[in-house]
């Protein structure tokens, strides 16, 4: 008897990629952890107002390739579990007097080793790419001024030189049947059939008077491309903030924190978007960029007063028909009781000429002042959000909660 001996192997070829499989596992958990640190990053002070060349160091705890660790003292050794263990049980106990373990601090210094980590450099602009990926505009309209455009890429073109990934299979199929049908091959049925006023009769699946030819590297056609701007519908964004004497540091930093990141956002996601910086204490003004940012005042607080100015500049400057109309105020609530309900009054109208009208209050202390904020409560409307800021933190789900995209659809 004849026997026959087979032998099947397979390369695993990406044994041979083993680096460079890693080295993407790595940069794609050191931006896990970037993206875990947003809502500190966002709210750190060092990066308010840089160049975007700033560098920011995040920590990231040492990412070591899983692997057994042994203890080879001269102590009793066990390969094995005794079993019985569900997940979730505790593995790691105390020590025998007490003492804490790894990394733990107490009142005195510890004597234990903590765990490694190293600190991954990033650029503020880096760092606004990715705070920046998931936000928009909200409600945006078109409207007949499109003096906003964003990139966006066109194909355009066919030529006979280009990549492999940009093959048009259209065209390179026509170019094959018509070299053929011109060379006199059996294509003659399918090249006609090309033309739309000629209908092919029946022919069978596979014959050797209809099957096509190979294609040749003449025969390739490549779509080209080119960058385009692309219009959209013009906007205007109004930054109202509250710079009266009971904003303290903590509030004016807050708030020039969120202005800053939306700053960025607009002029990074947007061309052309107009930004009016409006500050107020009893008295509301329009200011200069460098003035919202840098500038305090003292005195009392009026809110409605910011809300005058508002609806003065879009009378004034930007018809409704022309441009989409945002407002985003700021302040710590502690507003003149008597000028609420005209601060809300005032709201409303604003509500009736933008596409959204967002309020943040800034309240460190959990029972501060929230007299606006209560009345603001009144107004029922889906183009108004608000939201309470009581850490540094809170920056980052602001933006979320004015620029997501819940509130983009």
């Known amino acids: 008897m004849n026997n026959r001996l087979f032998m099947i192997a397979r390369d695993d070829w990406s044994l041979h990629r083993k ?14 952890a970037i993206r875990h640190n947003l809502a500190d990053l966002v709210s750190e002070e060092s990066i308010i107002m840089p160049q975007g060349d700033k560098i920011i160091k995040v920590p990231i705890r040492s990412l070591d390739e899983p692997k057994f660790r042994y203890n080879y003292q001269n102590e009793p050794q066990v390969g094995q579990g005794q079993g019985g263990t569900q997940v ?4 790691g106990q105390a020590g025998p007097d007490g003492t804490e373990g790894p990394g733990k601090g107490g009142h005195e210094a510890g004597d234990q080793p903590g765990e490694d980590y190293y600190e991954a450099e990033l ?14 505009l909200p409600r945006l309209k078109p409207k007949a001024a499109p003096d906003l455009t964003i990139e966006d890429v066109r194909f355009d073109d066919v030529r006979k030189q280009g990549m492999m990934s940009n093959v048009d299979k259209r065209r390179t199929l026509f170019e094959a049947i018509k070299r053929q049908a011109l060379g006199g091959g059996g294509s003659m049925p399918h090249a006609a059939a090309v033309r739309s006023d000629w209908a092919p009769e029946p022919q069978p699946l596979i014959s050797s008077g209809s099957m096509l030819g190979p294609i040749t590297g003449d025969d390739l056609r490549y ?30 930093y807050v708030a020039r924190s969120f202005f800053f990141w939306m700053t960025r956002f607009l002029r990074t996601k947007y061309e052309n978007v107009q930004i009016r910086f409006l500050s107020h204490s009893t008295d ?6 460098e003035s919202f940012f840098h500038k305090g005042e003292s005195g009392g607080t009026k809110c409605s007063s910011v809300y005058e100015l508002a609806l003065r500049i879009l009378e004034a400057d930007y018809p409704p028909g022309q441009h989409n109309a945002y407002a985003f105020h700021f302040s710590d609530g502690d507003n003149l009781d008597s000028d609420n309900p005209t601060t809300v009054r005032l709201a409303v109208e604003l509500l009736e000429r933008v596409n959204m009208l967002g309020y943040g209050e800034i309240r460190q202390n959990l029972y501060g002042g929230k007299q606006l904020w209560e009345s603001m409560s009144s107004i029922a409307s889906p183009s108004f959000s608000r939201s309470i800021l009581k850490e540094k933190e809170d920056v980052f789900k602001t933006l979320q909660a004015f620029f997501g995209d819940e509130l983009a659809s």
Request: hydrophobic share 35%.
């Open 123 to 136: 650029t503020i602009d880096e760092l606004a790419e990715l705070v920046f990926e998931d936000l928009k």
């Open 88 to 91: 979730g049980d505790v593995i």
């Open 284 to 289: 509301a003004k329009e200011v200069d960029e």
């Open 223 to 252: 779509k080209t491309w080119e960058d385009i701007r692309k219009p959209q519908s013009s906007a205007v964004v109004l930054a109202m903030m509250d710079t009266s004497g009971s904003m303290g540091i903590f509030e004016k």
């Open 19 to 32: 680096g460079e499989i890693d080295q993407e596992r790595h940069k794609r958990k050191v931006k896990e």
